[in-house]
């Protein structure tokens, strides 16, 4: 058995969950889950970015094979070998990104192998985790009707910077209200599992 830390952030949207075991990846790839997902940033990534790390939001838009529809831009993965490589991961040390500029697949993602959400006593956070995903997905609907009501697209190149004007306002009014069960869990909890790793292909994500 291995024993495996997990370290769960509240901060409200931007919440995260850190995993020692990344480091240590048993799928042994040097990309582990990151070679088989496409970021996805939504209205409240990037007004979050523009506010954090506006050069970061230039940075993407300036990248290659992006699909950007009305409120969302996909990085596309590269192929490489059997999976793909995120254009953020790197050999050493993985992703580039901080957690809280990440979006939110990647802030939250742990592995099924480690299956968490099965320990009663993380029975609350599992709960706050599935709470936020609610409501991220209604603050971005929100965010990108009212950029809709304006006209307004991230397909069209020239209409971003329009777009970047004007998020990070309303990003500030959709979230002033912060919703209860941002209070239902700690600031901070650090827990730690063991678990019996495979490797390889047999670990699974």
Not at 10 to 21: A, C, F, T
Not at 29 to 55: I, N, R, T
Not at 159 to 184: C, G, S, V
Request: negative net charge; proline residues 4%; glycine residues 4%.
């Amino acid at each position: 058995m291995t024993n495996i830390a997990l370290t769960f952030y509240n901060q409200g949207l931007r919440s995260y969950i850190e995993v020692d075991l990344c480091a240590r990846c048993p799928r042994q790839d040097d990309k582990g889950c990151c070679g088989f997902y496409s970021p996805v940033f939504y209205y409240s990534d990037l007004a979050w970015l523009l506010l954090h790390d506006k050069e970061l939001v230039r940075e993407i838009f300036a990248l290659e094979r992006l699909t950007v529809l009305d409120a969302s831009v996909t990085l596309n993965q590269l192929i490489d070998g059997a999976s793909y490589r995120c254009r953020f991961h790197r050999l050493e040390g993985g992703c580039r990104l901080p957690q809280h500029l990440r979006e939110s697949v990647c802030r939250h993602f742990v592995c099924s192998g480690i299956g968490w959400q099965r320990e009663p006593e993380l029975a609350d956070w599992a709960v706050f985790f599935d709470r936020l995903a609610d409501y991220e997905i209604a603050v971005n609907a929100r965010m990108a009707a009212r950029i809709e009501a304006r006209g307004l697209s991230l397909r069209e190149p020239l209409q971003r910077e329009a777009i970047f004007a004007l998020l990070p306002d309303i990003y500030a009014e959709e979230t002033a209200a912060e919703p209860d069960f941002f209070r239902m869990v700690p600031a901070v909890r650090r827990h730690t599992l063991a678990r019996e790793l495979t490797f390889a292909e047999t670990w699974k994500l």
